[in-house]
């Protein structure tokens, strides 16, 4: 054999592989002889070597199980991949699983046979989740093939080729001791951290998958991305390589992020079109921010400015980035009245309406709000509050540079002092203003008389410092959570104070009680989160404040200054930059340095009284209105310069007015008490009698019929035309899409009341349309209102229970708003929301004015429920009228209810971040729960067909809500 010194392709030296497998061989490691000699079988020549190879493998006994695991591999990804693409019932039903349960050949020939085993179980109330686990006997004939015991011993150290049959040892012990894999692609704990479910049948993951890959498609993509990674790496990389869940790409790990989500919602939907012609006298203003809780100096400063802003006619909305309900337990607009300021603006969590969202400016208040504003187009102008230096905020690093990057963004920004200012202008070349911080002079004040003055010097009397005659407080800045203000620094230099003559005592604040770590040296009290009030209390008693600002300058040191209590702040290039001299006390950033400053204010009263004396009257020349007036002025002259653009509408009916659209004919009423607009596409004869009915409803005025027709060829147009007057409008058929084709219907009616039904909603009484619209009358703060669905006569049982059942809900509560209810609107609980927005464009009717403050959302489904939405959080209410009431339904087969779930599902998770998807397991029992209580309600005879209907339903509806979820995440390209 002649093995020259080459190397293969793959840059495998295979002469000295050759050679160390001999040595393996004649010393008898095994181990190292099965590696080796699976190096030399992937290698791309000499086949002589690798015939030589096999013919020894052969010879050796113990070796005899080894297989090349190239053939391993390929047949696992061939015949795992060609089960992976069968129908919807391969999806759901482990059909190959119960074959092998139940001694059934699980052919596609057999396949009916099972399915119809299995409904007949689940009719008397079992599930497979409960008929799954299986004897390893059955398991283990199914696994062998795609088992790799060449890899698993030389991964294995205490395996070793020749120690122990490595499958036997897989199956018995394999799945209960870490890292145990079958193979070099598949990997238990990936399996099982992508599907956690896949633990509770008790199967070995490996048959799991490879009997059922329809129902594992993420574990599918990171299996051919680690066999594409192997074939390019090469087989020496792939004997050494052990995949981790690390290693698979971002993009397949099954962990959905709701603020990406928003951004793709913000790409596709925001848009240059949306917006209107700018009032400068009257702007609109959003301002997406962090969430927060009490005690936040930045969004104290956020909250200030907005309170200035509408003060002068800005109308401003608060969109919370990462909102979480449980910080905000009565709504997020009262934990901003309880803790900041009082606000008429319109608060709100971050969602998917901002993506529909236009207005004059928006502006960013951190670097994580940026993304949000920056890639919005449906405002005139972007501006970027810039309040620190948030890079500072990070170690050098991923944070950090995507902190800085955006001030690269094109924002204009409005910072908080001149040492931001002047680096937004020279180092980011930004358009840019700065204010100046100031303090509430209704809170922050010194001491009205020299009797006040002196309380603070009188002795305290608590035990534990009473055998002193001076005690000296200090009030220190604590916040512990927040790295820049070097809190631990502080305490440091703090517990080197030393005096025989004074008692120190240290007056924490600013974080939560028992945050601080304090030094047993130190006298310290732990105020925790103080109000603003009880915070000026605090430093009129108190002889020196400490407070650092390691980035830029902060409010609390002016807060202080205010009551005339002297500062030590850190020396830094922003402080230096803010703060003449003589107004603070500078320290380094040294313990001993510290300690020896603030050693210098506590023995010379004079020198913190000029002190105190100079930064009071620095301060006090500033103030919040003139602040803020220079931030109102800023933004009001940028929006100038874009009121100059032209072709923005000023109204919404200006808007879709001017889309496009042809009036074919003219209803001939002037003035019409009611609007009803129907859309439609080949209506056919029901169309005809839904006309009928409508032209002849008992209202108190002229009646508007308004059809908006998408490219009908059965007639049904035609005939209407004949036989009724009414004002019809053609569209394009790809110019038809829910949102904007009702909206042109409500900006072509010349009522105030505008009602909706579809081409197959009926009416059934002729005083339907007063029902409907006889709320409006009675309350101006009602936006919308909408009538009962009731079955058509002809369809089945199970749809006409199943439409009362969610109407007869409703009747409950038949007047919804917001208003006293935030606590539950806000809450965790999604279904309380679900059930307030629930609206229906199948039968309903909205108030014109308010539509032109809010109108549709120009989507392609679900724009009634994300319309009533957005109406109830602008404080408007809706109305359900039980006695408006249409035939309106759809008598699916489990295709046509499949479909209909999986799109409701798609646009909910899109629109509103709700999933309707579940687990596996919960999918199973949820079926078998439903169906065993819908077969228990059921006042008709037992009937197997109906109920196999029943059952094929309610499978289709939980499959089709899964169906929606893993769609929405394959076409925006994220969460798979």
Same mark, same amino acid.
């Not at 405002?379 to 955006?406: C, I, R, W």
């Not at 799109?903 to 998770?909: L, N, R």
């Given at each position: ?74 047949? /696992? ?55 799954? %686990? ?34 036997? +040892? ?78 698979? %790409? ?114 960013? =208040? ?12 449906? /405002? ?14 990070? %170690? ?29 202008? =020279? ?20 001491? +009205? ?75 310290? /009290? ?211 899409? +829910? ?117 549709? %959302? ?102 089709? +809500? ?15």
């Amino acid at each position: 054999m002649n093995s020259k010194n080459i190397e293969n392709k793959n840059g495998i030296n295979v002469k000295k592989i050759y050679k160390s497998f001999q040595h393996s061989i004649n010393s008898n490691d095994l181990k190292e002889a099965a590696g080796y000699g699976r190096l030399i079988l992937e290698s791309d020549y000499p086949n002589s070597l690798k015939r030589y190879v096999e013919q020894k493998l052969k010879q050796t006994p113990q070796l005899a199980f080894l297989e090349k695991e190239s053939d391993i591999t390929r047949r /696992f990804i061939r015949e795992v991949s060609s089960k992976s693409t069968g129908d919807l019932s391969d999806y759901w039903l482990p059909w190959r699983i119960l074959g092998d349960y139940w001694g059934i050949e699980p052919t596609k020939k057999n396949k009916g046979i099972i399915l119809k085993k299995y409904e007949s179980y689940l009719r008397e109330g079992f599930n497979y989740i409960d008929i799954l %686990p299986l004897k390893k006997e059955i398991t283990r004939k199914f696994i062998r093939p795609y088992f790799d015991g060449s890899h698993y011993c030389c991964v294995h150290e205490d395996i070793g080729a020749g120690k122990t049959d490595p499958f036997l +040892h897989y199956i018995n012990f394999g799945l209960n001791e870490p890292n145990r894999e079958p193979n070099s692609l598949f990997k238990n704990d990936i399996f099982w951290s992508i599907y956690p479910w896949t633990k509770i049948p008790g199967l070995n993951p490996l048959y799991l998958f490879t009997r059922w890959p329809e129902q594992f498609p993420i574990m599918m993509d990171v299996i051919s991305a680690n066999y594409s990674i192997n074939l390019t790496l090469g087989c020496e990389n792939k004997l050494k390589r052990k995949a981790k869940y690390d290693d698979v %790409p971002a993009s397949k790990k099954y962990v959905p992020n709701n603020n990406d989500r928003l951004l793709c919602l913000i790409r596709e939907y925001s848009a240059r079109s949306c917006r209107k012609q700018t009032n400068v006298g009257k702007p609109v203003i959003h301002f997406v921010v962090p969430d927060f809780t009490k005690g936040g100096g930045g969004h104290m400063t956020i909250f200030r400015l907005i309170k200035h802003l509408e003060k002068y006619d800005f109308s401003c909305v608060i969109w919370i980035k990462d909102f979480d309900p449980s910080r905000h337990p009565l709504g997020p607009k009262n934990s901003i009245s309880s803790n900041y300021q009082v606000l008429n603006s319109c608060v709100r969590p971050l969602d998917g309406h901002y993506a529909f969202a236009f207005g004059d400016a928006v502006v960013a =208040t951190s670097w994580d709000t940026v993304d949000f504003v920056a890639l919005h187009n449906g /405002f005139h102008e972007k501006f970027y509050l810039v309040q620190d230096f948030e890079p500072y905020f990070y %170690p050098k690093g991923a944070n950090s540079l995507k902190a800085e990057f955006t001030y690269k963004k094109s924002l204009k920004t409005i910072c908080a002092g001149s040492w931001l200012d002047n680096l937004m202008r =020279t180092k980011y070349g930004r358009t840019s203003v700065c204010f100046p911080l100031s303090y509430d002079p209704e809170y922050y004040f010194p001491c +009205h008389t020299v009797a006040e003055q002196a309380d603070h010097n009188e002795n305290n009397t608590e035990e534990s410092i009473s055998s002193h005659s001076k005690i000296f407080r200090i009030a220190v800045y604590a916040r512990a959570r927040t790295d820049r203000r070097a809190v631990a620094l502080a305490m440091e230099g703090l517990s080197l104070l030393k005096s025989d003559d004074y008692q120190i005592c240290l007056e924490l604040f600013g974080d939560i009680e028992g945050s601080v770590s304090v030094p047993t040296s130190i006298v310290a /009290f732990d105020n925790g989160i103080l109000s603003s009030k009880e915070l000026g209390e605090l430093y009129r008693s108190c002889d020196l404040g400490v407070t650092f600002s390691t980035t830029n300058y902060a409010l609390v040191p002016q807060e202080m200054m205010a009551c005339k209590l002297p500062v030590v702040e850190i020396d830094s290039e922003s402080t230096r930059a803010i703060y003449p001299p003589e107004v603070v006390s500078f320290v380094a950033p040294d313990p001993i340095e510290i300690a020896k400053e603030i050693q210098k204010l506590l023995s010379d009263p004079k020198k913190r009284s000029i002190q105190a004396t100079n930064a009071y009257r620095w301060v006090s020349a500033t103030n919040w209105d003139k602040s803020f007036e220079i931030v109102r002025n800023f933004i009001s002259e940028e929006l100038g310069k874009s009121a100059n653009q032209k072709n923005f509408k000023t109204t919404t009916t200006e808007f879709y007015l001017n889309q496009s659209y042809r009036i074919i004919s003219r209803q001939r009423n002037a003035c019409p008490a009611v609007t009803v607009v129907i859309p439609t596409l080949n209506g056919g004869k029901l169309l005809q009698l839904v006309v009928s009915k409508v032209l002849s409803q008992n209202i108190m005025g002229p009646l508007e019929l308004i059809i908006i027709d998408s490219g009908s060829s059965d007639g049904s147009i035609q005939w209407c035309q004949e036989h009724f007057d009414f004002t019809l409008v053609s569209i394009r058929k790809d110019d038809f899409q +829910h949102g904007r084709t009702r909206n042109l219907g409500v900006a072509l009616a010349k009522s105030e009341y505008v009602a909706f039904l579809t081409q197959d909603a009926l009416p059934v009484s002729p005083d339907w349309l007063k029902y409907l619209v006889a709320p409006f009358e009675r309350n101006k703060n009602i936006a919308g209102c909408f009538g009962r669905h009731e079955a058509y006569p002809e369809h089945s049982a199970h749809l006409k229970r199943s439409l009362n059942l969610h109407f007869d809900k409703l009747k409950s509560n038949s007047n919804v708003k917001i208003a006293g209810i935030e606590k539950y609107f806000y809450s965790c609980d999604i279904s309380i929301r679900q059930a307030m927005h629930f609206f229906s464009d199948n039968n309903s009717a909205l108030r014109k004015s308010i539509w032109e403050k809010i109108p549709y %959302p120009d989507v392609q489904f679900g724009e009634d429920q994300f319309w009533a939405d957005e109406i109830l959080i602008q404080g408007f209410e809706k109305v359900y009228v039980d006695r408006a009431l249409v035939f309106h339904s759809h008598d699916f087969d489990e295709v046509g209810e499949y479909e209909r779930a999986k799109t409701e599902s798609f646009y909910f998770f899109k629109y509103f971040g709700y999933r309707l998807d579940l687990d596996r397991p919960s999918i199973e029992c949820s079926i078998q729960s439903r169906v065993i209580e819908e077969l228990a309600k059921s006042d008709e005879p037992a009937n197997l067909v109906d109920e196999r209907k029943v059952l094929k339903l309610f499978r289709a509806t939980l499959e089709g +809500h899964s169906a929606g979820v893993r769609m929405f995440k394959e076409l925006s390209g994220w969460g798979h």
